[in-house]
Nanobody, 125 residues
Framework: HVQLVESGGGSVRVGGSLRLSCVVS????????MGWFRQVPGNEREPLAS???????SVADSVKGRFTITRDHAKDTLTLSMNSLKPEDTGMYFC????????????????????WGQGTQVTVS
């Protein structure tokens, strides 16, 4: 059974930084696409960043240049480093495995995944 557990959320001032972590257990995840999503009340989960088994990444336009996704196979950990945070970055952040769309060339990014963490709240003010 796959389990994803996020940590690292919190409150931060505008322009600040946060690092979110997601620990994966239950199987060898290295062959799957993983990513981070953000959700605010009333909206769908928005894909922010993804990384495939070869380390290729995609980042949404809204966070490009500010957010970086990495994965550590040895520690079974996925990380989202967030810099220059803005109030509109506020939301619940979810780690996910088995993204329905891994590569994002632009346009619409399909929002969905096979497995989800419980989420961690980020508040920027």
């Amino acid at each position: 059974h796959v389990q994803l557990v996020e940590s690292g959320g919190g409150s931060v001032r505008v322009g600040g930084s946060l690092r979110l972590s997601c620990v994966v257990s239950g199987y060898r995840y290295s062959t799957y696409c993983m990513g981070w999503f953000r959700q605010v009340p009333g909206n769908e989960r928005e894909p922010l960043a993804s990384i495939d088994s070869d380390g290729r990444t995609s980042v949404a336009d809204s966070v490009k240049g500010r957010f970086t996704i990495t994965r550590d196979h040895a520690k079974d950990t996925l990380t989202l480093s967030m810099n220059s945070l803005k109030p509109e970055d506020t939301g619940m952040y979810f780690c996910a495995e088995g993204l329905w769309q891994c590569s994002y060339p632009g346009g619409t990014w399909l929002s969905g995944a096979n497995y989800w963490g419980q989420g961690t709240q980020v508040t920027v003010s």
